[in-house]
């Protein structure tokens, strides 16, 4: 019984300096990206439109019940979004970035949401 006493303290030991260590080399890499990035936002960038793109994308269908001379009718309606992609172009550091919009959500279908 003493021994599994033993074996127990020791596997706790392990494990809160395994804890500790990992923490201690997570900081570490955290501190070193955070200087990296302060490092980025300190240039300048000259960012100029490169492109546009606008496509509509279907992302799933409903049903839609309405009403027409007392009867009780069901339809499917589509739904889509409409998504803009504007891409900037830095020449000072040969880099891109892109911002997506969403423009706008089409139903196939009038109807009240």
């Keep these: 019984m003493n021994g599994l006493m ?16 990992l923490t201690v080399q997570l900081t570490e ?5 955070m200087s990296n990035d302060i490092q980025e936002t300190t240039a300048e960038h000259n960012w100029v439109e490169y492109s546009t793109d606008i496509k509509e994308f279907e992302v799933g269908t409903h049903e839609i019940t309405y009403w027409k001379n007392f009867m009780r009718y069901t339809r499917t309606c589509t739904i889509s979004h409409v998504i803009r992609t504007v891409v900037y172009y ?3 550091h040969d880099i891109t970035k892109s911002e997506t919009f969403l ?4 139903h196939s279908e009038k109807h009240s949401h």
Aim: aromatic content about 8%; glycine content about 0%.
């Design 6 to 21: 033993n074996l127990r303290k020791r596997i706790i030991a392990i494990s809160l300096f395994c804890a500790i260590f």
């Design 29 to 33: 890499a955290t501190a070193a990206v």
């Design 90 to 92: 830095c020449d000072i």
């Design 103 to 106: 423009e706008d959500i089409v």
